[in-house]
């Protein structure tokens, strides 16, 4: 109990760091479909797309991480 009342003072600047961290992860993911699907084109070729490489290190940290900020979110709370 001792570290988690340690952490109290930090838990906000964690949470700042984490989001940040969040949201360049995912802004940073290429996205599937390309500009004709939003206009009703259909893009088949993106619906059977495999993840490789860097592209699946950055899907798995982005997942990381939010579950990280979750958790320090119900650190937090709890606190």
């Known amino acids: ?6 952490l109290q003072p930090a838990l906000p600047f964690i949470q700042i760091i984490l989001a940040v961290l969040l949201i360049a ?3 940073l993911q290429q996205r599937g479909s390309s500009l004709g699907g939003a ?3 259909d893009n088949f070729s993106s619906a059977f ?3 490789r490489g ?3 290190f950055l899907f798995k940290f982005s997942i990381g991480i939010a ?5 320090a979110a ?4 709890l606190i």
């Not at 109990?1 to 340690?6: A, D, L």
């Not at 579950?67 to 958790?71: D, N, S, Y």
């Not at 119900?74 to 709370?77: L, P, Q, R, Y």
């Open 67 to 71: 579950v990280l900020f979750v958790v």
């Open 25 to 27: 992860s995912i802004l």
């Open 49 to 51: 797309h495999k993840r």
């Open 74 to 77: 119900f650190m937090n709370v």
């Open 1 to 6: 109990m001792e570290i988690i009342q340690s």
């Open 39 to 41: 206009f009703g084109g």
């Open 54 to 56: 860097a592209e699946l």
